[in-house]
């Protein structure tokens, strides 16, 4: 048990740590910042310390060891470094937590361990979490340190949602079967939605839909996530900026045996090089929509196929719920697209669901209603904030034990 209200968030990528230092009194970020481009010469560390100038650090960072004792030591020019009493635990966020972990976790070697015999299911990600972990606590070893894992909302799936529809004794033996990503966000959003719409949680059935580079969908009744649109890995489901989505595994096969292309080069293809990217050249959103709207025709099919996925498992998903409360966007396209909104929404009065264009059309920071009042389901814009989920997670987590 800590006296300190402060939470260190580490996000550590392959190549780049994201941290926010969260106060949690009033949720507010005493200091945030990233290093980038972590093992090149024209590495960059960008320190935002709430009072004061932006720092900026451009040289090599030899590693995330390196580079997280270079955000240590500017934490400490603002007397906030990691040996100060006001730093109650750091909150890692873990891409994957496979069955085991379906809560915050608080680490121990035994954790740590089970969070890399894991990686077989996330080679991408799991390797930088688990460094970020080993650095930090390296750096305070007494110190608290809570596992925070993206798929850990998703564990209430039901088992037939959460199967492929393959061979039991395979699935089993491989760890084959649908996780789904972006847990903290759907589970942050859910409930901020209904804080909104001043209803209780337990009573509100949601539809999230997660729309940043990455994108998914996510079913939320009462609290409880029943549906998500990522899979095994994060490349099932919505299209997004640079990945596919759903496809059918058959072109797999055929593009290895017809176009002659290896499983890394295939793998290369539906993450990096498809999705809007694949379809018109440009993954933003912004520069999908302008060039549309100028009369690009690629550009114009991403955006039909982009809103026609999402439209897609909107209907879906209201088929699983029964009943929705409410549809939550977020993330950076969800947040800030009024036309995606509109999209996505346009033809479903009969499902209870339109937005009215005057509220769609006002861009603000703050979560709110787009829809109008006797729409019979709340269309609603709320931001998320994935770091502030994890801190309070970590946070209560430490006050439990
Ligand atoms: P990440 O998944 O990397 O966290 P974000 O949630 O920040 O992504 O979303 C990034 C994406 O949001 C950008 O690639 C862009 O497509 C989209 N975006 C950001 N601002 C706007 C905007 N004003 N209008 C439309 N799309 C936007």
Redesign the pocket.
């Known amino acids: 048990m800590t006296a300190g209200t402060r939470v260190l968030v580490l996000n550590a990528g392959s190549s780049s740590v994201k941290y926010q230092l969260i106060d949690m009194l009033d949720g507010s970020r005493a200091a945030s910042g990233l290093v980038e481009r972590i093992g090149e010469e024209a590495g960059r560390l960008l320190h935002l310390p709430l009072v004061g100038e932006p720092r900026e650090t451009l040289r090599r960072f030899d590693g995330h060891g390196e580079a997280l004792a270079a955000v240590a030591e500017e934490l400490a020019k603002d007397l906030m470094g990691l040996d100060s009493p006001e730093l109650a635990a750091i909150g890692h966020r873990v891409v994957h937590g496979g069955l085991r972990f379906t809560r915050p976790t608080l680490i121990t070697d035994e954790v740590l361990a089970e969070i890399r015999r894991l990686i077989p299911v996330a080679p991408l990600h799991n390797p930088a979490n688990i460094t970020g972990i080993e650095v930090a606590r390296a750096l305070r070893p007494d110190l608290p340190q809570v596992a925070v894992f993206d798929t850990a909302f998703h564990a209430t799936i039901p088992e037939y949602a959460a199967r492929y529809a393959i061979d039991r004794r395979v699935a089993d033996e491989y760890r084959v079967r649908r996780y789904g990503f972006h847990g903290t966000s759907h589970q942050y959003v859910s409930r901020a939605t209904a804080r909104l719409l001043g209803r209780d949680q337990a009573e509100l059935n949601v539809i999230v839909l ?6 998914s969908a996510s079913a939320v009744a009462g609290g409880v996530c029943v549906e998500t649109s990522m899979g095994l890995t994060p490349l099932e489901g919505l299209v997004m ?1 640079t990945r596919s989505g759903d496809v059918d595994p058959g072109l797999v096969f055929h593009l290895h045996r017809v176009g002659g292309m290896t499983v890394d080069q295939i793998d290369d293809l539906l993450n990096r090089r498809s999705g ?1 990217l694949g379809l018109c050249g440009d ?7 302008r060039r549309a709207e100028e009369g690009d025709e690629d550009a114009a099919l991403a955006f039909d196929a982009y809103v026609h996925r999402i439209r897609r498992y909107l209907g879906g998903y209201y088929a699983v719920l029964g009943r929705v409360d409410a549809v939550a966007f ?8 009024a ?2 909104r509109a999209a996505v929404c346009a033809n479903l009065e009969e499902l209870g669901i339109s937005v009215d264009p005057e509220l769609n059309a006002v861009r603000s920071r703050e979560a709110r209603v787009v829809s109008p009042s006797y729409g019979r389901v709340a269309v609603a814009v709320v931001p ?1 904030d994935e770091e502030l989920e994890i801190a309070q997670q970590t946070f209560a987590l430490v006050h439990e034990v």
């Open positions: 997660h729309l940043g580079n990455g994108a900026g809007l993954n933003d959103m912004r520069e999908v929509w977020t993330a950076g396209v969800g947040e800030n697209s036309q995606v998320t």
